[in-house]
């Protein structure tokens, strides 16, 4: 049946009203440019004392109540629930809804909150806001909503797929990691979160970046399941020249390990919320660099055109590995980011520190363009970030399940070191035992005393041993090993560094 004019003309009118309220990535972007275009300025406001003066215990004691999640009882797939500022999360965020009307700001409201044992006035405090915000869905049983994703402090966000606990951390952008400069931390400051309709099975979330170098857009768009998935699209613009641009930044923790022992008596033989960075390169290699806790900061890179991925991996799935009832080091998911488009020349850093426990994050890797964005000029990068654990990325053949250090006994004690690397995944069809040999490099400040490959039967894989003396204790040892049959390369490229004593 043809439309009538007038009902033609409510239509027309709804789909201006639509349009007109419409908003987004476009939208953020112009926020971040304009940011760009004047000096940095340093976010106002002070949090009362009794806020600013909580330690750990105290701050995570105030908890949201689930019953004023926002959306409850709405029928939509997704709820938020919001973290109190206090402690050093000390500047408010704004946090907005989009919608068919429009756009509004969620608004704090003190009586939102269980202070729990803390002791505090929230008549007494004026103009407080969100430190930040987490996302609920069923991930793991229809009946509930879980915590799939959290932003909270900085640029810094996590996210849970099916089976995990929360671990390692991504976050917006990094400037300067490392250098002797100091590094400085962007902010988001602002986000928008889309309204989702009740059969939606994704969140679209934008945010606002600031610092005193830079500005960006951010678009996430949240699609939790059994691989909880973020497509991220962001849009920046430098106020002045970046030394390091960090791109697509992780953050981890490792403390100890099979590749290296606890200094001091522990029960758990590992703990880690990352084992090694993985690399994809451009030009089709895989590379594993096992983590370390060094003495000292530790900085090295792989170098690639247009990568095809990388992360920070917990391979090891065996809760005996950890023997960690409370943290679950087991369940700790991987994270790995693949590219989208062509990223050009640059490389993969990854930064370690020394860490005296497992309270600290010592661990990132992120990637660096060898050509950073000039001053004022939009720079574009689109990546997805998936958050694995019972389906993690590898290699398409063989990969390293874990690294063995241990002293060197030949027939007795002596200065020198084991190293075992063991393989496992898709054996290549037709090869024998005898026919799977080892590629090994050690630089010039160690000598290989003895090397083997040997068939591990409880792994159905191979292991890789070598035997080695380091020159210059104070000086670090790289090695690269690789398994390879008739000279073609069978497996990733097992990447170590023996840190400096």
Not at 13 to 26: D, I, N, P, Q, T
Not at 345 to 358: C, F, M
Request: aromatic share 12%; proline share 7%.
């Amino acid at each position: 049946m043809p439309l009538s004019l007038a009902r033609f003309a409510v239509l027309m009118l709804c789909a201006c009203a639509m349009r007109a309220h419409a908003f987004g990535f476009g939208d953020v972007s112009r926020r971040a440019q304009a940011l760009a275009e004047r000096a940095y300025a340093k976010p106002a406001g002070e949090l009362p004392k009794e806020l600013q003066q909580l330690k750990y215990e105290d701050y995570k004691d105030i908890r949201f109540r689930p019953g004023r999640a926002y959306w409850r009882g709405e029928g939509l797939p997704f709820e938020l629930a919001f973290f109190h500022e206090g402690m050093y999360f000390d500047r408010p965020v704004r946090i907005d809804e989009i919608d068919a009307d429009g756009v509004r700001e969620i608004k704090y409201r003190a009586d939102d909150f269980d202070f729990g044992a803390n002791k505090v006035d929230p008549k007494s405090w004026h103009g407080l806001g969100f430190a930040g915000f987490r996302v609920h869905y069923a991930v793991n049983d229809r009946r509930y909503k879980d915590e799939v994703l959290a932003f909270l402090g900085a640029s810094y966000f996590r996210a849970l797929g099916r089976g995990q606990v929360y671990g390692l951390s991504a976050r917006g952008l990094a400037i300067d990691t490392a250098a002797a400069t100091g590094e400085e931390f962007p902010r988001f400051v602002h986000f928008w979160i889309e309204r989702p309709a009740p059969d939606d099975r994704q969140l679209t979330i934008y945010a606002l970046l600031d610092s005193p170098r830079a500005a960006g857009a951010y678009r996430f768009v949240l699609k939790p399941g059994a691989e909880t998935v973020m497509e991220v699209k962001a849009r920046l613009y430098l106020r002045s020249a970046v030394d390091k641009l960090g791109l697509a930044p992780l953050s981890s923790m490792y403390y100890f390990g099979s590749n290296q022992h606890a200094d001091h008596e522990d029960y758990r033989p590992a703990t880690h919320d990352s084992e090694g960075l993985a690399v994809a390169t451009g030009n089709g290699e895989w590379l594993w660099r096992p983590l370390v806790n060094p003495k000292r900061l530790l900085v090295t890179s792989f170098a690639t055109a247009d990568p095809r991925g990388f992360g920070l991996q917990q391979r090891d799935r065996r809760f005996d590995s950890y023997q960690d009832l409370a943290a679950r080091y087991d369940l700790r998911p991987s994270v790995w980011i693949e590219p989208r488009g062509r990223w050009g020349a640059g490389r993969v850093e990854l930064v370690q520190l020394p860490t005296p426990d497992e309270t600290n994050d010592n661990v990132a890797a992120y990637w660096v363009p060898d050509k950073p964005p000039q001053p004022r000029q939009p720079f574009d990068i689109e990546y997805r970030l998936s958050w694995q654990k019972n389906v993690e990325q590898r290699p398409p053949l063989l990969w390293v399940m874990q690294t063995l250090r241990g002293r060197g006994y030949m027939p007795k004690p002596d200065d020198s070191l084991w190293l075992q690397a063991d393989f496992v995944g898709t054996v290549p069809a037709g090869v024998a035992d005898g026919d799977m040999k080892a590629a090994i490099y050690v630089d010039n400040n160690a000598e290989l005393l003895q090397s083997r490959v040997e068939r591990n039967a409880a792994t159905g894989g191979w292991r890789v041993v070598m035997r080695l003396h380091r020159l210059d204790a104070a000086k670090p040892v790289e090695m690269r090993a690789y398994l390879h049959r008739a000279n073609v390369a069978v497996s990733e490229t097992w990447s170590y560094i023996l840190p400096p004593d």
